[in-house]
């Protein structure tokens, strides 16, 4: 088979379907578009040509986001979901360089790095999931490629400080593109995109796949120096926003105050949940400012098997470095926060009594 051993190497992408009602493994929002604006999509979408192809680079779209978020269109590159931007910056910059990241971290950044061949560089948060500084910024000193650093971090939920990042995006300015995934900004009310006024290395990565409840739609964006967003734009695919996606957005964007009210919701079902988990025994979640909550229990796989057994989906991250006994869920709607925290409970009892599922 004429495959890359680089691919060969690399395990598939570690996702399974289960059985389960209450979905909170993905991070998701828990809330759909509302039916007005599908219907006001579906009725558009009826009255698009199928067979003519979608505008190059999502051009209008474009212009509306960047109106939306008070950005230049030419700062903008979209693309179906950041995963393909992820993708695009390790081609543009890490290929036979380094790709440079915190351990844990969101896992697609390692698995590109792997697939494009670039070196992996993954540095272990310190304790209380703080950034490892000293080695960062020797890494950055020492060599060059790509730094990718979640803000929000994922999957531990916590925010970096201010302070840290600028240190990190003045020490990568010379030799390295620092990407800022802001993939669940929306929840912690932070935003550092006005880094790409002062370093032109620096992209600020968005995904319409959490607060904007568009998971399944896929759509992304990157926010960077014009110049940057010109080189960058070369790496996604022409015409690969479709008319659906392009549909989608533009309706959800000119419409898009209902979202204000769902993210409230959001934070406070996170407060609501985090208190909970507190208060039970041996389980201690973690801080977090994104729409999930890292937590540990004594034993995650009993944990997770007897909760799936309940048909409730969480996911496991007692795999990655320092999690040991790690679960994570996502905040959901009250009812579905309700049917976890029971199922938790049931859990606890359970597990007490010996039972295992
Ligand atoms: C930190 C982070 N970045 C990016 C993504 C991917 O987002 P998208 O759906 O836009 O590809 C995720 C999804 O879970 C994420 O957690």
Known sequence: MNIRPEILAVPAYNFSEQNYKTKLDQNESPYDLPAKLKAEVLAKFAKLSFN????????????????NIGWSSNNIVISGGSNILIQALVSAAAI??????????FSLYAMQAQIQAAKLVE????????????DLLAELKKSAGVFFIANPAAPTGN???KQDILALAHASSESWLM???????????????????????????????KAYGLAGVRLGYGLMDKKLAQEIQKLIIPFSISIFQEIVAEVVLDNSQYLEARIYD????????????????????????????LFKVNDAASFYN????????????????????????????????DIFLAAMDQTIKELANGKTS
């Open 52 to 67: 003519r192809y979608p505008q190059l680079d999502a051009h209008s779209l474009r212009q509306k986001l960047a109106k």
């Open 96 to 105: 036979n360089k380094t790709v440079l990241t915190i351990r844990p971290s």
């Open 123 to 134: 540095i272990s948060l310190k304790e209380g999931f703080e950034l490892p500084m000293a």
């Open 159 to 161: 925010l970096f400080s």
């Open 179 to 209: 990407v800022i995934d802001e993939a669940y900004h929306e929840f912690s009310d932070t935003d550092y995109s006005y880094l790409i006024n002062d370093f032109e290395h620096v992209v600020s990565l968005r995904t319409l796949s």
């Open 266 to 293: 959001i934070k406070q079902e996170h407060k609501r949940v985090f208190a909970a988990l507190e208060k039970m025994p041996n389980i201690s979640p973690y801080q977090s400012t994104t729409n999930f909550i």
């Open 306 to 337: 007897n909760l799936l057994a309940q048909e409730v989906l969480i996911r496991r991250q007692d795999h990655l470095l320092n999690l040991e006994n790690c679960l994570r869920v996502n905040i959901g709607t009250k009812e579905e926060n």
